[in-house]
Every structure is written in C-alpha cells, then in structure tokens.
C-alpha cells in the first residue's frame, strides 16, 4: 500500500517503493496495453470529429482527461521512470509529426494555433525523468493537469468576452481561472489528506500555495504551454514548500510567518514596485514572482540575493541612465520572455543545485548572472556613447541598438557588470580568489559572445524602405542569421555558455 509522506530534517522522504498495483508481472505488457489504449482514444476522437458528434473541442477535452488519466496513474503501475518517460518520447515524436503533417485533428484546437498537444508529453517526460522519486507529487502535479486545465477550459469557452484577459499571450477569463484555481484546490487537498502525515492547518496552505502557483503557470501561457508549465511548477512548488516552510507547527500564524513565506511576501512586494514604476511588463512580473518563489524554496540566500542584486542594479541602472543616453531603446520593460533569457539558466542551475549538494553550482550560478549583468550593463553604458557602436565580427559601423555593436564605455560596462557579481560573490561566500576571476571573466566573455551571435547568427531583417531591423513583421524580409534567433534567444545561450566557460575554468585548475 501507498505509504504517507513525512519530513525529516526538512527534506521529503517517501518510502514508497513499489507501484500500489501491479498488473502484470512485467511491465511491458501493461506499457504496450497503455500505449495501444492511448492510440485507440486517439483513433476514435478523429472519428467524433468527423461525425460530428460533440463539438471539437469539447472532443479534445475528452482526450485530454482520458490520456491524462493514463499517464497521472503510471507512477503506480510502473516500478521506474524508463518505460514512462518511453511513452512520452513515442507521443513527442507521434505528436510533432501529426501536427506537421495536419494529422490527428482530434486532439489538436481548431480554432486558435496552439502546441499544447507537443507541450504535453515534455512535460510528461521532464517530471517522470527528474521527479520520478516524488510520486505522490508526482500524482498531484499530473491530476491537476488531467482534470482542472479541461474543467477551465470548458467554462471559459462558456464564458462572455467582457472577463477576457491576457496576462501573457493566451487569452484567458475570469470565470475559467477561478474555476481551475478551485479545482486544483479540491485536487491538491483531498490527494494531500489521503497520502501525506501532517496537520490540517499544514495541509491548507499547502493547498493554496500549490494551487495559485498551477494558476500563475496556467494563466502566464502562450499557445498551449501551461501543458508543460503547470506540471513542472507544481511540483517544484510543492517541493518547495514541504522541504522548506517548518511543518512543526500547528499554529497556522506560526506557519505564514516562517522565514522563507516572508522572503517570498517581500520579493512580490518588490516586484510589484518595479512593475508600478514600468520596469517589469504584467507578464514580466508574473515570471519575475515565479522565478524569485523558487529560488527562496529550492535556493539559499546567496542565491536570492545575487539575483536581487542583479535584478534591482540594472533597474536602477536603466532609470538613471535613460536621460542621459544618446540612444533610446523601444520600451524598457522586461516581459516574461526576457525575464527567463536572463534569469531561467540560474534558475535550472539553483534547482539542479537542491538535489545534487555539490559546491560547484553555487559558482556556475553566480556565472550565469555575471553573464546577464555583464550584457545588460554593456547594453545601457554603451547608450551613452557618442559615436556609433562597430560590429564585433567586421568592425564596420552599426546602428545604434544593433545586435553585434560594441563601444568603449559599453565594453567597460559589461566589466563592471560582471565585476559586481564577481564582488558580490566575495562578499557573500568563503571563496578562493582565483573562483572570483573565473566569475568575472566568464561573465565577459560570455557577453561578448553574446555581440558575436548578434553579429553573424541573430535574425535581421530589411523593411520596403531598406532600413535594417532586428523585428520580424509582414513587411520584412530576412536577410542575415536565422528567423528563429532572436535577441531574447542569444541572452540566453549568453547565460548558458559562461557557466559552462566556468566550469572548465574550475576542471583545468
């Protein structure tokens, strides 16, 4: 039988080690029979749809809750996570075929571009592969998915356009959201009541946390990517808040006001200031209070606060410097996309960091955000340069605000940026200095492989009048790099390549 989950020294134990129920002796019988099911459930909603006989997206509901139901019992019914996370490999590669090739209509929305049938499976596959040890989390995480995503689903299309929102790129509604915070609520609760070992008051906030962290995933959207953001951040939300927030405690004051609950009071608190003060777009801000939860829970406070300090500086850097620059950007607001290119590689490195205690991530982190600081930095001191950036590669003279350009003042920038890191490091942490210099220089030199992508493979494109662009739109035309590297992709292999150059720097020494 399913044991109960408890703590100890506020790490999670779970002492299940076997499937609840085993169908059969091996496995492979019961994954086939999976497998076949799903693709039945798969044949018979493109039949309905040819029928006609429920509407279409009420049938791929249908196949949404179904399939769901499959994979949210397969940590029951599997002894690891290799056959499971085969399935889901099949459904990625099955799934992005058919959508290429306009197959299974069934399962896909015939009224908007979405991926969520893609996004599925990954999500499927990240949380079997990585989480695989956390089953009753697992179970939760995969419920929500399976039964609270359809239900919003289903009443938001039922809903008037008047309580329509985007947070993100989704259009989203009131009604719907309300109703899958609720039922991820009832979900989260009675699972947490029947397999986990601590107090009522516990289990409630437990609940809510869990349940507005699924909502902000399924809110913050963009074509179907809550299928893959819901699952993956409930279950870092939960993990989170049991290893982290005391459960000793009856008292449900005590609770609200454990350490790490008022850490993440204060980072909302001062997200919503940057908001209020145009530094953070609305999806931005949402990103930025995800980001920031999960650092608290599954970080320390050398994390925590080298990410504040990179965050609030370069804020501040941006206001201060507007007035005085020779060059203004188009908006100053960091949406949810530039949030995660800057933020998201420190962010994996933290949480991969949480499971596996080696001294070696907490530098790799502090990398990554001296590569965001040093580019970032770069970008706002070299607004100030009186003469025209040149290109990285050809050394020709660019336009101002043009992936690739470097000046000066801005490469000075971009070493201050990551000598602050660098600094902060020494403050915050009994470290050798030789690790400092690692910071420093790979957070440089990563920014200035961040102006080489910009220079040769970031997309430009040339609108009717010839003038150069890095936008895509109707009117342009590609003419240098790629279409699908932009400047929020090359932020990212900036944060991703100098813990690497980090890395190697601590191997050859």
Not at 21 to 47: D, G
Not at 364 to 383: H, I, R
């Given at each position: 039988?399913?044991?109960?989950?408890?703590?100890?020294?506020?790490?999670?134990?779970?002492?299940?080690?076997?499937p609840?129920?085993?169908?059969?002796?091996?496995?492979?019988?019961t994954?086939?029979?999976?497998?076949?099911?799903?693709?039945?459930?798969?044949?018979?909603?493109?039949?309905?749809?040819?029928?006609g006989?429920l509407s279409?997206?009420?049938?791929?509901?249908?196949?949404?809750?179904?399939?769901?139901?499959?994979?949210?019992?397969?940590?029951?019914?599997?002894?690891?996570?290799?056959?499971?996370?085969?399935?889901?490999?099949?459904f990625?590669?099955?799934?992005?075929?058919?959508?290429?090739?306009?197959?299974?209509?069934?399962?896909?929305?015939?009224?908007?571009?979405?991926?969520?049938?893609?996004?599925?499976?990954?999500?499927?596959?990240?949380?079997?592969?990585?989480?695989?040890?956390?089953?009753?989390?697992l179970?939760?995480?995969?419920?929500?998915?399976?039964?609270?995503d359809?239900?919003?689903?289903?009443?938001?299309?039922?809903?008037?356009?008047?309580?329509?929102?985007?947070?993100?790129?989704?259009?989203?509604?009131?009604?719907?959201?309300?109703?899958?915070?609720?039922?991820?609520?009832?979900?989260?609760?009675?699972?947490?009541?029947?397999?986990?070992?601590?107090?009522?008051?516990?289990?409630?906030?437990?609940?809510?946390?869990?349940a507005?962290?699924?909502?902000?995933?399924?809110?913050?959207?963009?074509?179907g990517?809550?299928?893959?953001?819901?699952?993956?951040?409930?279950?870092?939300?939960?993990?989170?808040?049991?290893?982290?927030?005391?459960?000793?405690?009856?008292d449900?004051?005590?609770?609200?006001?454990?350490?790490k609950?008022?850490?993440i009071?204060l980072?909302?608190?001062?997200?919503?200031?940057?908001?209020r003060?145009?530094?953070?777009?609305?999806?931005g801000?949402?990103?930025?209070?995800?980001?920031g939860?999960?650092?608290?829970?599954?970080g320390?406070?050398?994390?925590?606060?080298c990410?504040?300090i990179?965050?609030?500086l370069?804020?501040?850097?941006?206001k201060?410097?507007?007035?005085?620059?020779?060059?203004?950007?188009?908006?100053?607001?960091?949406?949810?996309?530039q949030?995660?290119?800057?933020?998201?590689?420190?962010?994996?490195?933290?949480?991969?960091?949480?499971?596996?205690?080696?001294s070696?991530?907490?530098?790799?982190?502090f990398?990554?955000?001296?590569?965001?600081?040093?580019d970032?930095?770069?970008?706002?001191?070299?607004?100030?340069?009186?003469h025209?950036?040149?290109?990285?590669?050809?050394?020709?003279?660019?336009?101002?605000?043009?992936?690739?350009?470097?000046?000066?003042?801005?490469t000075i920038?971009?070493?201050?940026?990551?000598?602050?890191?660098?600094?902060?490091?020494?403050l915050?942490?009994?470290?050798?200095?030789?690790?400092?210099?690692?910071?420093?220089?790979?957070?440089?030199?990563?920014?200035?492989?961040?102006?080489?992508?910009?220079?040769?493979?970031?997309?430009?494109?040339?609108?009717?009048?010839?003038?150069?662009?890095?936008r895509?739109?109707e009117?342009?035309?590609?003419?240098?790099?790629?279409?699908?590297?932009?400047?929020?992709?090359?932020?990212?292999?900036?944060?991703?390549?100098?813990?690497?150059?980090?890395?190697?720097?601590l191997?050859?020494?």
């Amino acid at each position: 039988m399913l044991s109960r989950c408890h703590l100890t020294t506020q790490r999670i134990i779970f002492s299940m080690d076997y499937p609840l129920w085993l169908p059969f002796q091996n496995e492979w019988w019961t994954f086939l029979i999976i497998l076949a099911s799903i693709l039945i459930i798969v044949m018979t909603s493109e039949l309905i749809l040819k029928l006609g006989v429920l509407s279409p997206e009420s049938n791929r509901r249908l196949v949404h809750i179904f399939i769901g139901i499959f994979v949210t019992l397969s940590p029951i019914v599997f002894t690891s996570y290799v056959l499971p996370a085969t399935l889901a490999f099949i459904f990625i590669v099955l799934n992005y075929f058919a959508y290429n090739n306009k197959k299974f209509k069934g399962i896909h929305s015939q009224f908007r571009i979405t991926y969520g049938t893609i996004y599925f499976p990954i999500g499927y596959f990240i949380i079997t592969v990585c989480f695989w040890q956390y089953t009753e989390l697992l179970i939760i995480s995969l419920s929500i998915l399976t039964i609270a995503d359809p239900i919003a689903s289903y009443i938001g299309e039922n809903t008037s356009n008047n309580n329509q929102f985007i947070i993100w790129e989704d259009k989203k509604t009131v009604k719907g959201t309300a109703a899958f915070f609720i039922t991820s609520t009832v979900i989260v609760f009675l699972i947490a009541q029947l397999l986990f070992d601590f107090s009522n008051a516990y289990i409630l906030l437990f609940t809510f946390f869990t349940a507005i962290g699924a909502t902000t995933a399924e809110i913050t959207s963009s074509k179907g990517s809550d299928n893959l953001s819901i699952p993956i951040i409930s279950i870092l939300f939960m993990l989170g808040f049991l290893e982290g927030i005391p459960s000793i405690s009856l008292d449900i004051t005590s609770i609200l006001i454990s350490e790490k609950l008022l850490l993440i009071y204060l980072i909302t608190f001062l997200f919503y200031i940057a908001y209020r003060l145009k530094t953070l777009s609305l999806d931005g801000l949402f990103g930025g209070m995800v980001m920031g939860t999960l650092i608290i829970l599954l970080g320390s406070e050398y994390h925590l606060t080298c990410m504040a300090i990179f965050f609030i500086l370069s804020s501040l850097l941006s206001k201060v410097l507007k007035r005085a620059s020779f060059y203004r950007s188009k908006g100053s607001k960091r949406d949810i996309v530039q949030v995660y290119a800057n933020g998201g590689i420190a962010l994996l490195i933290c949480i991969i960091g949480h499971f596996n205690n080696d001294s070696i991530m907490i530098y790799l982190f502090f990398s990554s955000v001296s590569a965001a600081m040093s580019d970032t930095w770069g970008t706002e001191f070299g607004k100030l340069s009186k003469h025209k950036p040149v290109s990285i590669v050809s050394f020709q003279p660019v336009n101002h605000g043009m992936s690739g350009g470097i000046t000066r003042i801005g490469t000075i920038g971009s070493l201050l940026g990551s000598c602050i890191i660098g600094l902060s490091a020494w403050l915050l942490l009994p470290i050798q200095s030789h690790i400092i210099y690692g910071i420093i220089m790979s957070g440089l030199l990563a920014s200035l492989f961040d102006s080489v992508l910009g220079a040769t493979v970031q997309g430009k494109y040339k609108d009717k009048s010839g003038d150069i662009t890095e936008r895509e739109t109707e009117n342009n035309n590609l003419f240098q790099g790629y279409s699908y590297i932009n400047n929020d992709m090359v932020n990212l292999l900036n944060t991703t390549i100098s813990p690497i150059i980090m890395y190697f720097f601590l191997w050859l020494l």
